[in-house]
């Protein structure tokens, strides 16, 4: 996960929103002659799914989703800065990532399985019963996941602070992982300015403390 702070979000610059497109368009192509899930970041995430017992034609990985709307036809829609940027990652490394207001969370940042009665009012509109799936969460509760995110915790314009949560795909090594990071939160602060502090998680490294 990555911490950006003093940040500054605005419309997206062409420069972006022209990679984004482009990008659309390329995977559109590729969908010519493959299947979403010739895509091996998408497909990984499909088979975790089903390990964790999750039916993933009911509840797609949100990057999967992405490309769903990609395959159908239907342009991405441009956000805000970091949204359009994330979205632009999610593709670019076929993971889910999750995009959060710090100033909305609080106390701690955990992940884990749901447990009975975790739900959040989530950006697709709908309460999203989170029990035994994969969630983000704090003091407070679920905040976010690799489904959906909760609408309590959506960054926009004014927000200033973010944190960043990459769901990597389980085979990574993690020297693969700590580049992506490092290579994605360069151009993120690039971008928006700000200062951002990155952590890996893992199974030898399972809890932070932030300074």
Known sequence: MTFHRNIVIDESPKMLKGRLQFFQEKIRTDLLNQTIFDYSGVSEWQDTFKQ????????????????????????????????????????????????????????????????????????????????????????????????????QSKTDRPTTDVVQIFYVRPSMELNETNKLLKAASKMFTQLHSGDSVTYLLHKNQQEIITP
Request: proline share 6%; net charge negative.
């Open 52 to 151: 964790l017992g999750i039916d993933p034609k009911r509840y797609r990985p949100s990057h999967e989703a992405l490309f769903h709307r990609i395959g159908k036809g239907n342009d991405l829609p441009f956000i805000h800065s970091a949204a359009d940027l994330n979205n632009f990652f999610s593709l670019q490394y076929e993971i889910p990532i999750g995009i959060y207001d710090l100033n909305t969370l609080d106390d701690y940042i955990k992940i884990s399985l749901g447990t009975e009665g975790d739900s959040f009012e989530g950006l697709n509109g709908r309460t999203n019963n989170m029990y035994k799936k994969p969630i983000s969460y704090d003091k407070n509760g679920a905040f976010g996941s690799p489904i959906v995110d909760s609408k």
